[in-house]
């Protein structure tokens, strides 16, 4: 089977930096995907690490490690239209699944 | 197509009552995706189709639900005998073969509500 975990909310700042985490189990692990979710709309991609380490896009970037089964998104100079959820998902074979999700309030 | 098409985007219903719900893929895209979310949560998976061939149909919730696709292309998601517990809005996405990176893409949902 397989099992994803991510905190169900976090609140932070407008301009702080905020770290989501998820750590995961499962079997034919191959990829970890982040994924952002504004309330009422479809997921738009954000990142998707293979490898362990650090990637790093803009005010955005993902971790991984694999023999941990851990990876976080790290949001940087947090704006409110950060405001949202933001899915873990894993990579299994030909199967994505989802986590539940970490829903983000900005505080002003 | 640019992007993937869901359709119908809302769909209210009466219990015990079919519902049909289609995904439009983007062209090329062999691999494709339904999910369900009930609101305030994540996403369920529900069924995986490779090409016109589903490969896993784990995450089917009931005998109610099955899924079909044809010509590599559309596909439909059936709901039989509606109930309340089905109000979610299933998503579609699709990819290449394999879903690596970037190439995952979701469509708008189709919101159902069964009264």
């Known amino acids: 089977g397989q099992n994803i975990d991510q905190p169900t909310e976090m609140t932070a700042t407008e301009g702080a930096i905020v770290q989501i985490n998820c750590t995961y189990q499962?079997?034919?692990?191959?990829?970890l995907f982040w994924y952002q979710q504004h309330a009422g709309e479809a997921p738009t991609f954000l990142s998707y690490n293979v490898l362990d380490g650090l990637e790093e896009k803009g005010r955005f970037s993902s971790f991984l490690s694999r023999s941990k089964g851990y990876s976080y998104l790290l949001l940087k100079e947090l704006q409110m239209k950060d405001s949202a959820s933001y899915l873990c998902?894993?990579?299994?074979?030909?199967?994505?699944?989802f986590g539940k999700g970490t829903r983000l309030h900005i505080l002003p | 197509g640019a992007g993937v098409s869901q359709s119908p985007s809302n769909k209210v219903t009466e219990k015990g009552k079919d519902v049909e719900l289609r995904c439009d893929p983007i062209?090329?895209?062999?691999?494709l995706y339904w999910y369900r979310q009930r609101l305030g949560q994540g996403l369920e998976f529900l069924i995986y189709f490779q090409g016109n061939s589903a490969p896993d149909k784990s995450g089917l919730p009931s005998d109610r639900f099955s899924a079909e696709r044809t010509g590599e292309s559309v596909s439909t998601l059936t709901i039989q005998r509606t109930q309340q517990e089905d109000s979610a809005v299933y998503l579609c996405?699709?990819?290449?073969?394999?879903?690596?990176?970037?190439?995952?893409?979701f469509g708008e949902g189709s919101w159902l509500t069964v009264v």
């Open positions: 998902a894993v990579s299994r074979d030909d199967k994505i699944i």
């Open positions: 996405a699709s990819s290449g073969y394999r879903p690596t990176g970037e190439t995952i893409y």
């Open positions: 062209s090329g895209h062999t691999a």
């Open positions: 499962t079997s034919g692990f191959n990829g």
